[in-house]
């Protein structure tokens, strides 16, 4: 019987890793899941430029190119995968599942994205007044995906 | 002699009961009907004053009248074009934004100054029928006579669109427009929400574009089940009447961003965590990027003013 203490200890340990597991088999979830990651690591490198671009943060050209440079490669990555079957409209997620039905156009909205962000990197180096008026253009790229994709 | 007529005669109790039963009815019915006579504003509301385009142009921006009058997801010029077709699903069926343009046949161009004035701060049509208030004309209703008529002179240089306006698709109890009248009477007010004496200029500057222009509450602040607005929960959030989710409340108990926050949020759509505005807020934004700097850093300095109400 002192054996089912240690028994019931590795079988607990087996609970604790096996859950983050299961967790990564449920392709609907690890597809959020990745969006939410993209998503966050825009907002990351938007808070570089934005925060100069705003005055909290003093302007540092090398500084902002470095971080548009990460955007401009972050519009470039292939999302197909991102949003499939059954990952949009659903609890945990505020993408609209119209995305799937107007393909084309979500696509023209991230390559519009594209456009902002290779102009933002020109501007990063230029100076602040350059940075601040890409800013605004990528802001709208932004809200231009998220007003008809996103529930809010 | 029989049926109906014998009934009319009505001899027996029976009789009694009907005929009170019927002039109850009639008295209800006439009850009814005065009380939802369309309340307009006299004809010489509107008289001497003087319209400044100009001025009309930052209204309809801080209105929003492109967001649902426009054809959705038209951007650019195509945003002037105002043909109507916003949908509005709500839990008394699907509103359609009618055709606002200046085409005297299908939008509002042989309108008058005085009709104009009564559809936006009354919600009656020139021909007197009520409209709903998926329409903000209980926004509206606290504008300055003189930004209505200035907003009209700016929508008269806009295009003429022929495009007819969709109807609405209602059920059943909600197509008698007459019944509006009994809703405005419970609702619509020139009132302000945020009603402290000791606003500074700036923050009564605020207040008149979210309160009256903005018409933040339309979404912001939840309602009843009548539809109408929940007075003592002003922008305190709630269940989203047109789908799923709920739509956040921004009363300083939920919004704690910073007035400089708020006011750059309203230009750019970014939150001070860089995510970025979605859905009809992205609409909003959109349009308050026109307005001047200072204009949005009152609607700021407003939102502190309103009373913290938790969602």
Redesign the interface.
């Known amino acids: 019987m002192r054996h089912i203490r240690p028994i019931l200890a590795a079988l607990a340990a087996c609970a604790v890793v096996a859950l983050p597991v299961a967790a990564q088999q449920d392709p609907i979830q690890n597809a959020i899941g990745a969006r939410k990651a993209h ?1 966050q690591l ?3 490198n ?2 570089v430029v ?1 925060g100069m671009a ?1 005055g909290a943060i003093a302007f540092d050209a090398a500084v902002a190119t470095r971080a548009a440079q990460n955007l401009e490669r972050l519009a470039n990555i292939d999302e197909t995968s991102y949003w499939i079957e059954g990952s949009l ?1 659903i609890e945990g997620t ?1 993408a609209l599942p119209v995305i799937l039905e107007t393909p084309d156009d979500f696509l023209a909205k991230q390559d519009g994205m594209k456009t902002a962000a290779a102009a933002l990197v020109a501007a990063a180096g230029t100076d602040l007044a350059a940075l601040q008026g890409a ?2 253009a990528l ?2 790229a ?3 995906c ?7 | 002699m029989t049926g109906p007529v014998g009934i009319a005669k009505g001899t027996g109790m029976l009789g009694t009961l009907i005929r009170w039963a019927v002039g109850a009815g009639i008295a209800g019915g006439a009850a009814f009907w005065v009380l939802t006579d369309p309340v307009t504003a006299p004809a010489s509301a509107t008289e001497g004053i003087v319209a400044d385009p100009a001025r009309g142009e930052v209204v309809f921006w801080a209105g929003g009248c492109a967001s649902c009058h426009a054809a959705p997801e038209a951007t650019g010029e195509a945003k002037l074009v105002l043909a109507g077709g916003r949908a509005l699903e709500t839990p008394f069926g699907t509103f359609r934004a009618p055709n606002i343009s200046a085409d005297p046949e299908a939008g509002i161009g042989a309108w008058t100054d005085h009709q104009f004035l009564n559809a936006m701060r009354h919600g009656v049509s020139p021909e007197g029928a009520f409209y709903y208030p998926a329409f903000p004309y209980t926004s509206y209703a606290k504008m300055t006579v003189e930004d209505v008529v200035s907003l009209r002179a700016f929508l008269a240089t806009l295009p003429a669109d022929a495009t007819p306006s969709q109807p609405h698709d209602l059920a059943l109890p909600f197509r008698l427009r007459r019944g509006v009248g009994l809703w405005n009477l419970m609702y619509l007010s020139s009132t302000w929400a945020v009603d402290a004496p000791d606003l500074t200029e700036v923050e009564a500057q605020g207040r008149y574009l979210a309160e009256a222009l903005g018409h933040c509450g339309e979404c912001h602040t939840p309602r009843d089940a009548f539809g109408g607005p929940v007075a003592a929960r002003h922008l305190a959030g709630g269940p989203n009447p047109s789908g799923e989710g709920t739509i956040p409340g921004i009363t300083p108990a939920t919004l704690t961003w910073t007035e400089a926050e708020i006011a750059g949020y309203l230009m750019t759509g970014f939150t001070p965590e860089f995510d970025s505005a979605g859905g009809h807020m992205a609409d909003v934004v959109q349009n308050l990027a026109r307005l001047a700097p200072g204009d949005r850093d009152a609607i700021a300095a407003y939102l502190k003013r309103v009373p913290p109400v938790a969602p």
């Not at chain 1, 998220?146 to 809010?152: P, T």
């Open positions: 998503m825009y907002a990351h938007l808070g934005g705003q409209g505020k800013m605004g802001g709208g932004c809200g231009s998220h007003q008809a994709y996103r529930s809010r």
